[in-house]
């Protein structure tokens, strides 16, 4: 038997890990009230660290939604994959050249396109969609700021992130050609 609402038990599950990142900013904070040539500087460096966790974690936490789209999101060693109803499949992070975040009769779903050209959705809210955004993150050179950012808003999306292959000597790019 719980004493705690179903509700306000799946909030504090929500909020846990900004929780923690403000407990370790408050410990880093008191170690710094103690003083001292190295109780000082140590709390200086936790309450830093909690600061950018808690920043993260507010990031993370835009990836979290309610379950409502079918189908099951899996991360695991480099690869992102979608088990849904009607389609699915899997695509290695090293091979994404393209995220989008696209709406498709009203759904919103994230667009992730591969160097062979195909193409795999996936629902905003499906099942451990959250995953999603560590594997986001391991892509080199994205904007996670722009990504959380987006999700904050209704409207279609451009490219939020775009692999840039470097160039191999001698090569030249389409308007050089002309």
Do not use: C, N
Not at 1 to 18: G, I, N, Q, T, Y
Not at 153 to 175: A, C, F, V, Y
């Amino acid at each position: 038997m719980s004493f705690v609402r179903p509700e306000l038990a799946s909030a504090f599950l929500r909020w846990r890990e900004v929780a923690a990142a403000v407990g370790l900013g408050l410990f880093g904070a008191v170690l710094m009230r103690a003083g001292g040539w190295i109780l000082w500087p140590f709390g200086g460096v936790l309450a830093l660290v909690a600061a950018g966790w808690a920043i993260i974690a507010l990031r993370r936490m835009r990836f979290v939604r309610r379950v409502i789209a079918p189908g099951v999101v899996e991360v695991d060693e480099g690869q992102v994959g979608y088990f849904g109803p009607t389609f699915g499949g899997f695509v290695a992070l090293a091979d994404l050249v393209e995220l989008r975040l696209t709406d498709f009769h009203g759904a919103r779903q994230w667009r992730l396109r591969t160097r062979s050209g195909e193409i795999l959705t996936i629902p905003l809210d499906a099942a451990g969609a959250e995953k999603l955004y560590d594997a986001f993150a391991a892509l080199p050179g994205i904007d996670m700021a722009a990504v959380t950012s987006a999700l904050g808003r209704r409207t279609t999306t451009p490219t939020l992130w775009k692999r840039h292959e470097p160039m191999l000597p001698g090569m030249r790019t389409d308007h050089e050609k002309s």
